[in-house]
């Protein structure tokens, strides 16, 4: 089945340390997301690729990088540089033409730091 | 403000009755909206799209949306214990979605 799979589902973070989440699809779809969603705030875009090696900073980008090396794969790395990240991150994927499809979220990841 | 607004409730319906959640939203530009359902610990899931003006019926949901008053609405009738979620409402105005805050939903049976 097709769909977006996100790993862990659980991650702990040690102050000071940088943290890689995993997010891959096979819905051949070109466009891949990074979201962040905070008890009642929403959810707020980190990071966006509509093309393999290209990406745009969302509206909290700031502490986050991400690279899109292969369409199918858009991994997204917490640095220290981040002062809060505990939170339940989302990675989402759609066409191409956004403005016609929905986002697939996958399962999310909730980042806690320790 | 805000580009998407919605009720956070809490709005608690009997099973069986209609529950109706409303969104407004900022950007006139916007050209597609949807709803998105989330139970609690998971991720949110596609339960609606609509994009022109009017309503739009799947199974118990429908959709209302008014451009001119800027606001889409999501009604479910029959409500199941089942529909006990967060439902938040997107907005596309060009280059990336919006969402709301969520409107927490409880259905009493």
């Known amino acids: 089945d097709g769909g977006i799979t996100q790993s862990p589902k659980y991650l702990f973070r040690k102050e000071g340390q940088n943290v890689t989440l995993s997010c891959e699809q096979n819905l051949n779809h070109d466009a891949m997301y990074w979201y962040r969603q905070d008890p009642g705030q929403g959810l707020r875009l980190i990071y966006y690729?509509?093309?393999?090696?290209?990406?745009q900073k969302g509206d909290i980008a700031e502490g986050y990088s991400v690279s899109r090396e292969k369409k199918e794969s858009f991994p997204l790395t917490v640095t220290s540089a981040q002062k809060n990240p505990t939170a339940f991150y989302l990675c989402?994927?759609?066409?191409?033409?956004?403005?016609?499809?929905?986002?697939?979220f996958g399962s999310g990841t909730r980042l806690t730091v320790v | 403000q805000k580009e998407v607004e919605q009720n956070s409730g809490p709005l608690s319906v009997p099973e069986g009755a209609i529950a109706s959640l409303n969104c407004t939203y900022s950007?006139?530009?916007?050209?597609?909206f949807f709803w998105y359902r989330q139970y609690s610990g998971k991720s949110p899931e596609l339960i609606m799209s609509?994009?022109?003006?009017g309503d739009k019926e799947d199974g118990r949901f429908t959709a209302q949306l008014n451009k001119a008053s800027q606001y889409v609405s999501l009604l479910i009738r029959d409500s199941q214990p089942s529909d006990s979620a967060t439902y938040l409402c997107a907005v596309n105005p060009g280059n990336q979605f919006y969402f709301g805050t969520g409107t927490s939903l409880t259905v009493i049976p």
């Open positions: 609509i994009y022109s003006n």
């Open positions: 950007d006139r530009g916007s050209q597609s």
């Open positions: 690729s509509q093309i393999v090696n290209d990406f």
């Open positions: 989402a994927s759609s066409r191409y033409r956004l403005g016609n499809y929905g986002y697939t």
